[in-house]
C-alpha cells in the first residue's frame, strides 16, 4: 500500500540516469484544472513512475496511475464514483522541436531548467484517462426514463408527404 507523499517538483533527469522508481500518492484536491472539468475531488491518486534511458538513448518515464473520482452522471449530474487508471510513456523534452523528433511510442513532457511540475504531468494524465461519457443505471438514476423524453409523440401529418418524383411525372406528361 503507498503511503508516501510524492513531490511537486523533480529532477527527471537524474532519476532517469539512476534508473529510479517513484511511487507514492499526490493529493487529488490539489489538481485545479482537473477540478474545474468534473467537479471538486478528494482523496489520493496513486502513482508509480519508473525513470530510465532507452536503447536510443530517449530519457522516458514509464508511468501508471490510479485514482477513486467522483464525476458527474450525464443525467442526473449527481456524483458517482469511477475508477480511472492510466498507463503512459513520457519522453523527457526541453523544446517543441524536440518532441517532433519521439518516437510515436512517447508522448511528449517538457522539462524546463532541470526540472518537471510532476503535479501537472500526473493532472494531464488523469484529464486524458477520463471516460468520455458516465452514467448512473437507470434504476440507480434520479432522473426517470419519462424525465429524459419530451412526452411529445412525433405529430403524424394526415396528408401523404409528397411523391419526389411527381414532378418529373408532370414534366413528363407536359411534352
Known amino acids: 500500500m503507498l503511503t508516501s ?21 499526490m493529493s487529488l484536491d490539489n489538481l485545479v484544472r482537473l477540478a474545474d472539468a468534473v467537479g471538486p475531488q478528494s482523496g489520493d491518486c496513486r502513482v508509480w ?23 458527474p452522471c450525464r443525467r442526473c449530474q449527481m456524483p458517482m464514483a469511477q475508477k ?30 532541470e526540472q518537471l511540475n510532476l503535479l501537472e504531468v500526473v493532472e494531464d494524465e488523469l ?9 448512473h443505471d437507470e434504476a440507480d438514476c434520479r432522473v426517470s426514463r419519462d424525465q429524459l423524453s419530451s412526452g411529445v409523440e412525433a405529430e403524424q401529418s394526415a396528408a401523404p408527404a409528397a411523391s419526389p418524383f411527381e414532378v418529373l411525372k408532370r414534366l413528363k406528361g407536359k411534352t
Open 5 to 25: 507523499r510524492l513531490p511537486d517538483k523533480i529532477e527527471p533527469y537524474k532519476l532517469a540516469t539512476r534508473a529510479e522508481r517513484l511511487e507514492g500518492l
Open 49 to 71: 513512475l519508473d525513470f530510465g534511458v532507452d536503447a536510443q538513448g530517449q530519457r522516458e518515464i514509464r508511468g501508471r496511475l490510479e485514482a477513486d473520482l467522483e464525476l
Open 84 to 113: 480511472v487508471e492510466s498507463e503512459f510513456l513520457l519522453g523527457m523534452v526541453t523544446s517543441d522541436a524536440l518532441a517532433a523528433e519521439l518516437p510515436n511510442t512517447h508522448e511528449p513532457v517538457l522539462v524546463e531548467n
Open 127 to 135: 484529464i486524458l484517462s477520463l471516460p468520455q461519457v458516465v452514467y
